[in-house]
């Protein structure tokens, strides 16, 4: 063992031993004595792992960086793990889910640009606007953009992204609700997720596609699955902080005057989150869109296929044209989503501490 | 006040320790450390120490102290917003402790109803909604819940909202978002009724109106109300009797009387230094004793009697001992010189008060004659009497003449 493997050690035993005080530190109640000796217990422990594992010649403190050979060989777990799961599960999962939904969203999306007239999709798009801000201003700006599109030949690429978002915000709204009220109610739940959707968030979406492909295959199926992972975080986070930030007063009194858990959850929680919930939904349809460019490497139609044409072809006019129809699909459904929001909150707007 | 009659609400030995591990820090503040020892040393903060209290029904009992004492702690411990780290919380004799998840939530719909300091409104929905709230939770389907409103459209009327049925919380005023709270704590129809620092938060004028108002409900209804306030005139005034409550222990309890008149500590004298004592303190507090003579008695003897008070007034009374007015020493001296054999013709009015009358009702009173008030019971016989320097002596005497300093 080299004299850099031992001062590793060394270091190493100091640092476990610190972590070790901090902790106790900080819950503060054990007695000194026994502070210490369970710090001092606890850095043996990992001194003596270290060691054994070094004269074992796993060259754990001592080995080189650079080996060809991981000392963690972590890559190749996940490799054994998705590869079971694709011989297992793989056609279960394809014939059973993927295909329906494929299906189903086939069917969505040729309703969206063949079985309405685009003008008609446009005349709806505005009311919606108009009923969601009462302004006639976004109304005729949400027209516009629709003609646009229209007049720039990409209505049905255009449509297939909107189905496509669509539906991953369904899968979105269906797994994430449950997850951020989960989260808002219990506090331990929350401590366990949060850093699973740090770890979503943070995570490069390249390499959702790699495993999500293999189980399904290319295509909208896993375009919709990928989207609506890297898309749920948001709407999670912001349902738990709803949730929590409901006046305490309020919910004192809900529980004062006899409401069960489901009955403050139902009439008085879910409701005062609601405007965040939404924002929730708008950041995630945001998310989604960001999305599109990158599901189109599996195949998904639409256009972010529009952009990777002109990315292939080098004609930045395909490429800036399909961008701008993502930006406008952006602006609309960002309105839109946030006019609804505001609109819940108008009642209590004022009160609200 | 030993009443036979047991009391409604009772805490027995009551300590609440906010921290991690509260059990393990009981001991420590079971054995007498101080609050601030015990934050120093564990971490934890004492709530409340070892309170008990019994609370009588249908009375107000007001829980004053200072922000930081404790008293928001206490109250939420009789619906058990907040559990107590060790003692017993009894109501009706029935241990709260003792009531399971459904059996509390029964308790909390039946039994007792709360209002609060930032009113707990809920801002999604509208006043009416808001006052049925209580009600809905018990009921379901449409009619169950038309026979809420229908219910809460009444207390609407009691408490001057009429016409703001659909108004949200956030389009009222605060004494009007107030009104909603009280309408909503008294729509439950529970016979407790807890309010925690329910008029801080409203501007003078407008809390005034709003004691007001609850102390001629409360004279209607009937109901234990468990008050809590930081505002020494609001608990004197709405208060039957009332606990002074300083870092999470019980400092003294009694009508407001008492505690301005013996203050238990050096704590509680300053405390009620300040207070307007002249609406407190009633005439036969500060009543002081006095001559008393009948109308057929000689002047000589009567003066015999008169001792040497101020002016040395007499109350001269008939047959029956009712007070027929009263004489002073000097008339009686002229009369005895010029030889008048009846009291009867040396007679002069006088004003009266009765024992509960307070000072400052009384005060005016003494300014309509030179003599002094004479207090008297409900036949109008003589109790004492208030001369308007004995008035003026009572309410400058200063809290710092506490009898039992620590």
């Known amino acids: 063992m080299s004299l850099g493997g031992i001062v590793s050690l060394l270091l190493i035993a100091a640092g476990a031993f610190a972590a070790a005080l901090i902790v106790f530190r900080a819950r503060a109640l054990e007695p000194p004595t026994r502070q210490v000796g369970l710090a001092a217990a606890a850095a043996l422990t990992v001194a003596v792992l270290l060691v054994v594992a070094e004269v074992a010649g796993m060259r754990v403190l001592t080995g080189d960086a650079g080996g060809d050979t991981p000392l963690l060989p972590l890559a190749d777990w996940v490799d054994r793990a998705v590869d079971w799961l694709v011989t297992e599960y793989g056609d279960a999962l394809r014939e059973n889910i993927s295909n329906p939904i494929v299906f189903a969203i086939g069917f969505f999306e040729r309703f969206l640009y063949q079985g309405i007239a685009w003008p008609a999709m446009a005349i709806a798009f505005a009311l919606f606007a108009y009923h969601a801000s009462r302004k006639w201003t976004l109304a005729a700006f949400v027209a516009g953009a629709f003609v646009l599109i229209w007049a720039l030949q990409l209505w049905k690429p255009t449509m297939q992204t909107l189905s496509l978002i669509s539906v991953s915000i369904l899968v979105t709204a269906l797994v994430g609700l449950p997850l951020g009220i989960a989260m808002g109610l219990s506090n331990r739940f929350r401590t366990v997720l949060m850093p699973v959707l740090d770890f979503m968030q943070t995570m490069p979406s390249f390499v959702y596609l790699i495993p999500v492909v293999m189980l399904f295959g290319l295509g909208t199926f896993s375009g919709v699955l990928a989207t609506a992972v890297y898309a749920a975080p948001p709407l999670i986070r912001l349902t738990d902080l709803g949730l929590r930030l409901v006046d305490k007063e309020v919910m004192e009194a809900a529980t004062a005057f006899g409401a069960s858990r489901s009955q403050k959850l139902w009439r008085v929680q879910l409701p005062l989150a609601l405007p965040n919930v939404m924002a929730g939904v708008n950041q995630s349809i945001m998310m989604a869109l960001a999305m599109v460019v990158i599901a189109s490497m599996i195949g998904v139609r639409g256009l972010g296929q529009e952009v990777f044409y002109g990315l292939q072809r080098q004609e930045p006019g395909t490429g800036f044209t399909a961008g701008l129809c993502i930006v406008l699909l952006a602006i609309v459904l960002d309105r839109i989503t946030q006019a609804y929001g505001r609109r819940m909150q108008t009642h209590y707007r004022a009160g609200a501490h | ?406």
């Open chain 2, 1 to 406: 006040m030993a009443t036979d009659t047991p009391p409604k609400i009772e805490l027995k030995s009551v300590t609440k320790i906010f921290g991690e591990h509260p059990q393990r820090v009981l001991p420590m503040v079971a054995a007498g450390a101080s609050k601030e020892a015990v934050l120093e040393e564990t971490g934890h903060t004492v709530g409340l120490r070892d309170v008990t209290l019994s609370i009588p029904a249908g009375q107000t009992f007001v829980v004053m102290g200072l922000s930081g004492s404790g008293k928001s702690t206490l109250i939420r411990h009789l619906n058990r917003l907040i559990d107590p780290t060790a003692g017993q919380v009894l109501v009706d004799g029935e241990d709260v402790m003792a009531l399971d998840e459904k059996a509390l939530i029964a308790f909390r719909r039946s039994r007792m109803s709360m209002v609060f300091q930032r009113f707990g409104l809920f801002p999604h929905r509208t006043v009416l909604e808001n006052i049925s709230f209580g009600l809905d939770l018990q009921v379901s389907g449409r009619a169950g819940r038309e026979a809420c409103r229908q219910k809460a459209r009444e207390w609407i009327t009691t408490v001057g909202l009429d016409g703001y049925e659909d108004a949200y919380p956030s389009a009222l005023s605060g004494g009007m978002q107030q009104r909603v709270g009280l309408a909503r704590a008294l729509a439950m129809d529970a016979d407790i009724l807890l309010m925690d620092e329910a008029f801080s938060a409203l501007d003078p004028l407008i809390r005034r109106d709003m004691q007001d108002q609850l102390i001629e409900l409360q004279s209607r209804l009937r109901k234990t109300i468990v008050f809590i306030t930081h505002d020494l005139d609001e608990a004197l005034r709405l208060g039957d009797r009332i606990a002074i409550l300083k870092d999470g222990e019980i400092v003294q309890v009694g009508s407001g009387e008492e505690i301005l008149t013996a203050p238990a500590t050096r704590y509680v004298a300053d405390f009620v230094e300040d207070v307007n004592r002249s609406r407190v303190l009633t005439a036969g507090t500060v009543q002081l004793d006095c001559a008393v003579v009948t109308a057929s008695e000689a002047p000589a003897d009567a003066l015999a009697r008169a001792g040497n008070g101020e002016l040395q007034v007499t109350y001269v009374v008939d047959a029956n001992g009712k007070l027929l007015g009263a004489v002073t020493g000097s008339t009686m001296r002229r009369a005895i010189r010029e030889n008048t054999a009846s009291m009867e013709s040396l007679i002069e009015p006088v004003q009266t008060a009765t024992a509960d009358m307070v000072l400052e009702e009384v005060l005016p009173l003494t300014l309509q004659g030179d003599l002094p008030v004479a207090v008297v019971d409900g036949q109008g016989r003589v109790q004492g009497m208030l001369s308007r320097r004995s008035i003026i002596a009572a309410l400058a005497e200063t809290a710092g003449v506490a009898k039992s300093d620590q």
